[in-house]
C-alpha cells in the first residue's frame, strides 16, 4: 500500500513539474512573439489572455496603449498599456453583445432563430427579402451588403435603420456566406424592438451587470468612470478609402465621396473606429462599438464554455449554446466563426470558436482542450502601411494560437 501511495505522489509530482515546465516555455514563446512586434514597430501593444479550463495560463501586457500622434510621431512619453485598459473591440461586438443577446431573447423564448426577419420589421416581409429569417443575419447568409457607408446617407439610428431597409439585396439568400456589418445592425434593431430597450441599455442590464462586467461599456467617454482606454487609429483613414478606392471592392455608384465631409482627424480614444456605429448611430451598433477589458471578454468565453453556467446559476441554457456553437454549411456557427481556416484558430480541433475585431482584437476558444486565448492589438494606432492597409496580424496570432495549442494538448 505504502510503495504504491509512494508512486502516486513521485507521479502527480512528475506531472506537476511537466506543467509548469511547459507553461514557462509557453509564456517564454509568447514573450518573445509579442514583444518583438512591438519592439520593430509593428504594434504599438498587445494584451494576451490564455486560460485551461479553470486555470490562468498566462496573461501579461506589452508595448503601449498610445504611441503615436497622428503625423506618426512617437509620442515623448508614450502611455503603458495594462490589463486593465478598455480596447475598442470593433467586430467582436457581434459575438460579445449582440449575439448574446439574440442568445438571451432565444432563450427566454422572445424570439426565435428561425424566425422570418420581416416578423419584426416589416420593410422585409417583401417579396425579395421574406426568406430572410434572424439565422441568416447571424450566418451572413441574408445577401445584404457586406459594408455601406450609412453615413453619406443617415445621420441617425433611425436614418440608418431606414436606409439598410431600402437597400436591395446584393445575393440571394441562404446562397452564400458574405460578411455583412449591416444583419448586425438590424440584429440590433431587432434587440431593441423585443426588448422594449436601447441597444446598449440592454447590454448592460441584461449582459455586462449579471456577469459582472464593469468594464464593458458603448461609449465610454460619456461614462466619466473610465480613464485607461487604448488609443486605435488617427481619423479614419481606411475608410475614407473605402470610400473612395474602388480597388478595395465596394462601388457606391450612388454616392459622391465629395458630399460628405464629417471624418475626424483626431486620434481616437474612447470614439469608436467603425465609422458607421460612430457617424450614423451615435457610437450603439450591433455591429460596433463595445469597449471591453481583457478580463470582461473572458468572462463572457467562461460563460460559453461553462454551458451557460455563472457562479452556479443558469444564465443561458446549455442547449441554446450548443445551437449557436453548432458549424453549419459554411464552418460557421450563429454568430461565432467556427472555420478552422481562420489564421486566429488555424487548424483547430471540429467544435472550436472565435472573432475577430478590425481595430486588432481576437478571441480563439478550442473546447476539445478546454482552452481560451484573447489577444487585444491596438494596430491601428502607428498608422497605415506605405500600401494603405493596416498591418495584417494574422501570421502573429497564427503563431501565438499553434504555440497555445502545442501546450493545450501536451506535445
Same mark, same amino acid.
Given at each position: 500500500?505504502?510503495?504504491?501511495?509512494?508512486?502516486?505522489?513521485?507521479l502527480?509530482?512528475?506531472?506537476?513539474?511537466?506543467?509548469?515546465?511547459?507553461?514557462?516555455?509557453l509564456?517564454?514563446?509568447?514573450?518573445?512573439?509579442?514583444?518583438?512586434?512591438v519592439?520593430?514597430g509593428k504594434?504599438?501593444?498587445?494584451?494576451?489572455?490564455v486560460?485551461?479550463?479553470?486555470?490562468?495560463?498566462?496573461?501579461?501586457?506589452?508595448?503601449?496603449?498610445?504611441?503615436?500622434?497622428?503625423?506618426?510621431?512617437?509620442l515623448?512619453h508614450?502611455?503603458?498599456?495594462?490589463?486593465r485598459?478598455?480596447?475598442?473591440?470593433?467586430?467582436l461586438?457581434?459575438?460579445?453583445?449582440?449575439?448574446?443577446?439574440?442568445?438571451?431573447?432565444?432563450?427566454?423564448?422572445?424570439?426565435?432563430v428561425?424566425?422570418?426577419?420581416g416578423k !419584426?420589421?416589416? #420593410?422585409f $416581409?417583401?417579396? %425579395?427579402k421574406?426568406?430572410?429569417t434572424?439565422?441568416?443575419? @447571424?450566418?451572413?447568409?441574408? /445577401?445584404?451588403?457586406?459594408?455601406?457607408?450609412? !453615413?453619406?446617407? #443617415?445621420a $441617425?439610428?433611425a %436614418?440608418?435603420?431606414?436606409?439598410i431597409?431600402?437597400?436591395? @439585396?446584393?445575393?440571394p439568400? /441562404?446562397?452564400?456566406?458574405?460578411?455583412?456589418?449591416?444583419?448586425?445592425?438590424?440584429?440590433?434593431?431587432?434587440?431593441?424592438?423585443?426588448?422594449?430597450?436601447s441597444?446598449?441599455?440592454?447590454?448592460?442590464?441584461?449582459?455586462?451587470?449579471?456577469?459582472?462586467?464593469?468594464?464593458?461599456?458603448?461609449?465610454?467617454?460619456?461614462?466619466?468612470?473610465?480613464?485607461?482606454?487604448?488609443?486605435?487609429?488617427?481619423?479614419?483613414p481606411?475608410?475614407?478609402?473605402?470610400?473612395?478606392?474602388s480597388?478595395l471592392?465596394?462601388?457606391f455608384?450612388?454616392?459622391?465621396?465629395?458630399?460628405?465631409n464629417g471624418?475626424?482627424h483626431?486620434?481616437?480614444?474612447?470614439?469608436?473606429n467603425d465609422?458607421?456605429?460612430w457617424?450614423?448611430?451615435?457610437?450603439?451598433?450591433?455591429?460596433?462599438g463595445?469597449?471591453?477589458?481583457?478580463?470582461?471578454?473572458q468572462?463572457?468565453?467562461?460563460?460559453?464554455?461553462h454551458?451557460?453556467?455563472v457562479?452556479?446559476?443558469?444564465?443561458?441554457?446549455?442547449?441554446?449554446?450548443?445551437?449557436?456553437?453548432?458549424?453549419?454549411?459554411?464552418?460557421n456557427?450563429?454568430?461565432w466563426?467556427?472555420?478552422?481556416?481562420n489564421?486566429?484558430?488555424?487548424?483547430?480541433?471540429?467544435?472550436?470558436?472565435g472573432?475577430?475585431?478590425?481595430?486588432?482584437?481576437?478571441i480563439?476558444v478550442?473546447?476539445?482542450?478546454?482552452?481560451?486565448?484573447?489577444?487585444l492589438?491596438?494596430?491601428?494606432?502607428?498608422?497605415l502601411?506605405?500600401?494603405?492597409a493596416?498591418?495584417n496580424?494574422?501570421p502573429?496570432?497564427?503563431?501565438?494560437?499553434?504555440?497555445?495549442?502545442?501546450y493545450?494538448?501536451g506535445?
Amino acid at each position: 500500500m505504502l510503495p504504491r501511495l509512494i508512486g502516486t505522489i513521485l507521479l502527480f509530482a512528475l506531472t506537476t513539474q511537466t506543467l509548469i515546465a511547459q507553461k514557462h516555455e509557453l509564456r517564454q514563446e509568447i514573450d518573445q512573439m509579442l514583444q518583438a512586434e512591438v519592439d520593430s514597430g509593428k504594434i504599438p501593444g498587445a494584451v494576451i489572455l490564455v486560460k485551461n479550463g479553470n486555470r490562468l495560463v498566462y496573461r501579461h501586457a506589452y508595448g503601449y496603449a498610445q504611441k503615436c500622434d497622428p503625423l506618426g510621431n512617437t509620442l515623448p512619453h508614450p502611455e503603458k498599456t495594462s490589463m486593465r485598459h478598455l480596447y475598442d473591440i470593433a467586430s467582436l461586438t457581434k459575438v460579445i453583445g449582440t449575439t448574446t443577446a439574440i442568445m438571451l431573447l432565444d432563450d427566454q423564448g422572445l424570439i426565435h432563430v428561425d424566425d422570418p426577419l420581416g416578423k !419584426y420589421l416589416p #420593410a422585409f $416581409d417583401t417579396s %425579395a427579402k421574406k426568406a430572410i429569417t434572424l439565422r441568416h443575419l @447571424l450566418t451572413h447568409t441574408a /445577401g445584404l451588403y457586406e459594408w455601406y457607408p450609412m !453615413y453619406y446617407r #443617415a445621420a $441617425d439610428k433611425a %436614418a440608418c435603420y431606414q436606409l439598410i431597409d431600402e437597400l436591395p @439585396l446584393k445575393y440571394p439568400v /441562404g446562397e452564400r456566406r458574405a460578411y455583412s456589418d449591416l444583419g448586425f445592425v438590424l440584429l440590433g434593431e431587432v434587440i431593441e424592438l423585443v426588448s422594449g430597450k436601447s441597444l446598449d441599455q440592454f447590454m448592460a442590464e441584461n449582459i455586462f451587470q449579471p456577469l459582472d462586467m464593469k468594464h464593458t461599456t458603448y461609449n465610454p467617454l460619456q461614462s466619466g468612470h473610465f480613464r485607461k482606454i487604448a488609443a486605435t487609429s488617427h481619423g479614419n483613414p481606411y475608410e475614407t478609402r473605402m470610400v473612395n478606392d474602388s480597388t478595395l471592392g465596394f462601388r457606391f455608384p450612388e454616392i459622391d465621396p465629395a458630399s460628405w465631409n464629417g471624418w475626424r482627424h483626431n486620434t481616437l480614444v474612447g470614439e469608436v473606429n467603425d465609422g458607421n456605429a460612430w457617424y450614423a448611430n451615435g457610437g450603439i451598433s450591433g455591429a460596433a462599438g463595445i469597449f471591453s477589458t481583457i478580463g470582461d471578454l473572458q468572462k463572457l468565453v467562461d460563460l460559453l464554455q461553462h454551458k451557460g453556467l455563472v457562479k452556479g446559476k443558469q444564465f443561458l441554457s446549455a442547449a441554446t449554446i450548443d445551437t449557436f456553437l453548432k458549424a453549419d454549411t459554411f464552418l460557421n456557427g450563429l454568430g461565432w466563426m467556427m472555420d478552422p481556416a481562420n489564421a486566429f484558430m488555424k487548424d483547430a480541433p471540429a467544435g472550436s470558436f472565435g472573432h475577430t475585431g478590425f481595430t486588432g482584437t481576437s478571441i480563439a476558444v478550442v473546447s476539445a482542450h478546454d482552452l481560451s486565448i484573447i489577444l487585444l492589438i491596438n494596430r491601428q494606432n502607428v498608422g497605415l502601411l506605405p500600401s494603405g492597409a493596416y498591418y495584417n496580424l494574422n501570421p502573429v496570432r497564427e503563431k501565438v494560437f499553434r504555440a497555445v495549442i502545442r501546450y493545450g494538448v501536451g506535445e
